[in-house]
């Protein structure tokens, strides 16, 4: 898909694209994705067990801080949205983190990895945490983006999905394969 737009002379209009590539892709990745996983945890199963153990004391901590924020504050009066359950405050603390993390790891990875080690220091995140699910989210992205590619219609906006898919996974693969131990 690339080599025709990167031939093309800068002043010309319209590149002709071929995008079954990418529709394979996109009709495959979240599968082999999750084969991927399956593999680690085979290739790592006490890898695998130690982190899916840190991700629950990491869990259980961010959940005794929401509770002690809600046993803190004041219930909310009828009509208005009420607050997050100690669970969804937990949740949201990690998606946060790993947003910011993954928004920082585009423009500046050094500082992205101390602002991961920063987040970590408090025993709330871990280190591995935070950058699986920026790496999830960033991959999640990018399968969106080429879900939306092989549903378009007009070939100019297939074409620049695909382009922005890959930088999503790019990213996703750069946090996934980061090591910051």
């Keep these: 898909m690339y080599r025709p737009i990167a031939a093309a002379s800068p002043g010309q209009e ?9 529709i394979q892709v996109s009709l495959t990745a979240a599968d082999l994705l999750d084969r991927a996983r ?3 945890d085979a290739r790592w199963p006490a890898v695998a067990a130690s982190e899916r153990a840190q991700a629950q004391r990491t869990y259980a901590a961010r959940c ?6 809600e046993f803190v504050e004041q ?3 009828p009509g208005r ?6 669970e969804q405050a937990a949740a949201m603390d990690l998606v946060s983190a790993a947003t ?16 991961v080690r920063e987040l970590a ?9 935070i ?25 100019s906006t297939t074409a620049e999905l695909c382009l922005a898919a890959v930088s999503h996974i790019t990213l996703a693969v750069a946090l996934a394969s980061a090591d910051l131990d």
Excluded: I, Y
């Design 64 to 69: 005794a801080v929401a509770q002690a924020r």
């Design 100 to 115: 910011e993390v993954a928004a920082c790891w585009r423009s500046d990875p050094e500082e992205a990895a101390a602002l």
């Design 38 to 40: 399956a593999e680690d």
């Design 14 to 22: 319209a590149v002709e694209v071929n995008v079954v590539p990418c």
């Design 75 to 77: 219930p909310d009066p």
């Design 131 to 155: 950058l699986d699910e920026a790496a999830g989210a960033a991959a999640m992205t990018g399968l969106l983006a080429l879900q939306e590619a092989r549903t378009s219609t007009d070939p």
């Design 81 to 86: 949205v009420p607050l997050p359950t100690v």
């Design 121 to 129: 220091a408090g025993g709330e995140l871990a280190v591995d945490e």
